[in-house]
């Protein structure tokens, strides 16, 4: 009696088919953790919408500064209302 049954695992799958699994698992995991660094990469969000910003400035400035100026007076009429509210 010989000891092939060492080499066959007990789910049917040869060897080969076995390491092609694992191969395929560990790509997926791979590919998944790629995409939760770039996810999570604070900085290189960042660096990646300011450039996205420059461009859009660029090709037409309007819509940016339009939202940088409704900003502004967004940010200027909360301080005059918590200021006149710190008064009254």
């Not at 694992?22 to 790629?34: C, I, S």
């Not at 300011?50 to 309007?62: A, F, L």
């Not at 009429?77 to 009254?88: K, N, Y």
Request: hydrophobic residues 40%; glycine residues 6%; positive net charge.
């Amino acid at each position: 009696m010989s000891d092939s049954s060492k080499d066959e695992p007990k789910s049917g799958l040869s060897m080969n088919e076995l390491k092609l699994e694992v191969a395929v698992a560990r790509d997926e995991l791979a590919e998944t953790l790629d995409a939760l660094e770039r996810k999570l990469n604070v900085p290189a969000k960042a660096k990646h919408t300011w450039r996205t910003i420059k461009r859009q400035y660029r090709e037409d400035p309007g819509p940016i500064l339009a939202t940088a100026g409704l900003t502004a007076a967004t940010l200027v009429t909360s301080i005059v209302l918590i200021v006149r509210r710190g008064r009254g």
